[in-house]
């Protein structure tokens, strides 16, 4: 390890040096192919240089930074309520999502516990946002495969989640609802019966993408036994979510280490598919979208009466001390270990987002693999943007 | 008037300067209706969205205003480019494309040039797009558009046979090459003894028809076989560098020949100007024959792109092994079975 600052800079710089080698020299045994970071199938300014022989994968790399926001270290400067508006950007799909483990953490250090009907609402936020994000992806992956039709089902139907959580919560993307101590508001009237109709759209936009993208013929020629990922391999790479499901590993955190959501309240089942394809993790995702639907169907049944907030005080400083909460996410493991030193604002974050970890498989996974499985090696695999690069 | 030309029919077919712009309008009247139709409004619908809707009543003005645009955006030449190559590319795209339209019959005299062996022709000229596209694949300096070019070759090449054994079926059944010699074919067979439709080659050579589209398909490169533009792959393939008139000029290529596959479909098939009822020889043809073309063209040109909009993509390789492995045999099995029904019946 480097240890002095010059040691480091020569570190960095040697690095830097050797990802331009790898880009800009044409070898003899092939081409070089620049996927990005303007490419239609990288969802935003991921990066990737493949060698190709013909239209085989010699060796691919991502390459990531192009979006970094350097939230971990915004944080430093923003006091604990302020945080969530930031990091509710970092998959911007799925945001409320993001909110709940940071806000979690924090209660922790606080040692205080949001009121029942707060954990309950939390966790129905919870799972609209991961079918918000997870529809969007059913559409997404038969776009990379070559289908135009069904991301335009995909936004249709969403819109029938988001428009749900903008009546909770104000904003369609970015809510800014989840607070130490319980939540900002309480539903407003109708929102349950609502909610349950909403849910049954989304079971039957489910039955459509099974049947227009999962049982076509061309789509599991496509993604059956493309991009295996062996179990022992998925947990070596510390893949979460559903890839890590896709690849038999019968692993949940809601289920296995749950933390503040009221997930054992209900009745519901873990998903896995033992195949490790880009075809599992597909129907993985499309289960966990289903069930989803019946854990949201059953925590609207059973929402407790109550307050909404607990006893926090006015100006919030956080007590000395660590703590690392993680929860599952719709891309996976979404963890924030937060250090306070008894400020108002954090001494430091450290995020752990569950896309960085998925994509850093990608150089094993595209080895040897064709320039179409590239994209829907990637796809498959469920990356966003600003989750790997925060 | 209408008798006038029914009776008289090929006064136009003389002149050069009549049919230099029947040609222009053979070529781009179903290119934009298939556009406007289909590609904007048909897919939409089933896509749950309008499509243009502000351009003109329904937005049937959009297309002219998306000419319009690309005429007046800047013809870009990338620096390292190979200037002349990437400047013709088009032209050959389209002048595969204005050959085929040649051949078509829109009526027993309306017809540009009657060749004895017009399908043959066809099919031959329709490989002249391949070097077209392989020219703009390797002369836009460019790697996507190098993949692009060169899947495209592959594919084509691949479903030149195909297409050319599911047209054998017809040639033995209808026993010509000459395009208007499958229509009077077609025209005055019959069903098992019965002719009151005629013999539309639909009902013998359904399995043809299905290896004709399915290849149709592919040499359109439309979904599911659209790797050489694949634009979550590669961008648009060889399309990429392309911009203003010149793009034009290919996306022009492109649903022109989706209508001329498509007219040559609904002459092998379904008759081609021929509807049951009208004695075939009547003059008439030559008036009401290229708007009864035209709608079995649109019927046949929906089913394009109906699979473009539903179909995911294939790889390459499996792509190949389609060809090679399944639609080459079965049209073989097809033409021996037509073959020895058309000896034994």
Known sequence: ?390 | MISVLALDPAWWQQTFLIKVPIGLLAVLLPAGTIVYLYLFKAISFMQSRLGPMEAGPYGSMQLLAEVGKWLQKEDIFPTKADKFVFAAAPFVVLMSTFLLVVIIPAGPDAIFVDLDAGIYFAMAVSSVSVIGILMAGWSSANKYSLLGGIRAAGQLIAYELPLILAVVGVVIQAGTMNMQGIVLAQAEGEILGWGGIGNPFIFTQFIGFFIFMVAVQAELTQAPFDMPVAESELVTGYLTEYSGIRFLLFFIGEFASAAVFSAIAAVLFFGGWYVPGIDPTNDIFNVIGPLILAGKMMAIAFLIFWFRFTFPRFREDQLQRLAWKFLIPLSLANITLTGLLKVVV
């Not at chain 1, 309480?186 to 993408?209: A, H, N, Q, Y």
């Not at chain 1, 013929?217 to 993604?223: G, K, N, P, V, Y």
């Open chain 1, 1 to 390: 390890m480097a240890t002095t600052e010059s040691e480091q800079m020569a570190y960095i710089a040697a690095q830097a040096a050797d990802a331009r080698v790898n880009v800009e020299v044409e070898t003899n045994e092939g081409m070089t192919l620049n996927l990005g970071p303007q490419h239609p199938a990288t969802h935003g300014t991921l990066r990737i240089v493949a060698k190709l022989d013909g239209e085989k994968v010699v060796a691919a790399e991502p390459i990531m930074g192009y979006m970094h926001r350097g939230y971990e270290k915004l944080t430093e400067v923003r006091t604990y309520p302020q945080v969530t508006t930031l990091i509710n950007r970092i998959d911007w799909l799925g945001s409320f999502a993001n909110e709940v483990p940071f806000i979690l953490a924090a209660e922790q250090l606080m040692e205080v516990e949001a009121p029942p009907r707060a954990q309950w609402i939390r966790t129905v936020l919870f799972e609209l946002s991961r079918i918000a994000n997870i529809s969007l992806f059913l559409g997404d992956m038969a776009v990379q495969v070559g289908a135009t039709t069904p991301v335009f089902y995909a936004f249709r139907d969403r819109e029938f989640v988001l428009n749900q959580i903008e009546r909770v919560t104000g904003g369609r993307f970015h809510p800014n609802f989840d607070r130490i101590g319980g939540i900002k508001d309480d539903l407003p009237k109708g929102w349950i019966e609502e909610t349950g109709s909403v849910i049954g759209k989304m079971r039957d936009f489910c039955d459509e993408m099974e049947e227009l993208v999962l049982g076509n013929e061309i789509f599991q020629a496509r993604t059956r036994g493309i991009g295996v990922i062996p179990p022992n391999v998925a947990l070596a790479y510390g893949l979460s979510g559903a890839n890590l499901r896709g690849s038999g590993v019968d692993w949940d955190i809601r289920r296995d280490a749950n933390v503040g959501l009221v997930y054992d309240e209900v009745d519901w089942k873990v998903w896995t598919h033992p195949d490790g394809d880009s075809f599992s993790r597909f129907w993985v995702r499309l289960q966990e979208t289903r069930e989803a639907c019946n854990i949201i169907e059953q925590l609207l049944d059973g929402i407790p009466a109550g307050p909404i907030m607990a006893k926090v005080p006015l100006i919030i400083k956080v007590p000395a001390g660590e703590a690392y909460v993680a929860t599952e996410n719709p891309l996976g493991e979404m963890g924030f270990y937060v250090v306070s030193q008894g400020d108002l604002t954090p001494f430091r974050v450290k995020i752990r987002s569950a896309s960085f970890s998925n994509i850093s498989i990608a150089p094993w996974l595209l080895k040897g693999v064709f320039v179409p499985d590239i994209i829907s090696i990637l796809a498959s695999l469920y990356f966003i943007l600003g989750d790997i690069d925060r």
